[in-house]
């Protein structure tokens, strides 16, 4: 079945413990993404990756990192969380850079206290 | 960028056909129009993509006039489970996807 997974589902940390949200998708798609989702403020594009070691900001990229090592593997780490980055975060990902048919992934609720 | 206008919210009843209206004036050459569902707490899920006049699929119909500034998504006989957010997408010339605020469908008995 294709489909992304993101793990782990629900996660409550303390602020400045790093920590790391895994991505795996099974279509071997190129393009990845990761958004976080905020009442009001609706989905908002964090990092994307258009193919292996390539990645690049989205429109809210502080605090966050990832890595594209393997193309089926996209984490996003938070090196020193804070309460600001209390969220709803979705993995996404979609066959090439032109292609608007995206897969998502389960969601990840981060609470940061 | 091409940005996108909708609705925030909508009602309707089951068994009804609805349509959300998306414009988006400044659409490019390049761009295709898409249109995402979302649930509660749940992923957006791709229903429906065009380019111009008319795409139906399993789920939907999206229609497009020929200036291409707006378009609207048909969802025929609503039921309960269609409650949800619906997002229009309007994909520039780099592929980034833009989710703007969508329309909140509630489907009534």
């Known amino acids: 079945e294709a489909q992304v997974t993101q793990n782990p589902r629900y996660l409550i940390t303390v602020t400045g413990k790093k920590l790391t949200v895994t991505c795996s998708q099974n279509?071997?798609?190129?393009?990845m993404s990761w958004y976080r989702q905020d009442p009001g403020l609706g989905l908002r594009q964090i990092y994307y990756s258009m193919n292996v070691e390539v990645t690049d900001k989205g429109d809210v990229p502080e605090g966050y990192k990832v890595s594209r090592k393997e193309k089926r593997n996209f984490p996003l780490i938070l090196e020193s969380p804070s309460p600001n980055q209390t969220s709803l975060y979705f993995c996404a990902s979609r066959q090439g850079f032109m292609n608007t048919e995206a897969f998502f992934g389960q969601g990840t609720r981060l609470t940061v206290v | 960028l091409a940005k996108t206008t909708q609705p925030i919210s909508m009602d309707s009843y089951e068994g009804q056909e609805v349509n959300i209206t998306c414009s988006h004036n400044n659409i490019a050459t390049n761009d295709y129009i898409t249109w995402y569902q979302q649930f509660p707490s749940q992923g957006p899920r791709f229903i429906i993509q065009?380019?111009?006049?008319?795409v139906t699929n399993e789920v939907a119909s999206l229609f497009i006039p020929a200036d291409r500034k707006s378009s609207t998504l048909s969802l025929p006989r609503v039921s309960l489970s269609d409650t949800a957010v619906y997002y229009c997408?309007?994909?520039w010339g780099g592929g980034k996807l833009i989710f703007g605020q969508g329309t909140e469908l509630s489907v009534k008995p």
């Open positions: 997408l309007v994909v």
């Open positions: 279509m071997n798609h190129e393009y």
């Open positions: 065009g380019y111009k006049t008319k």
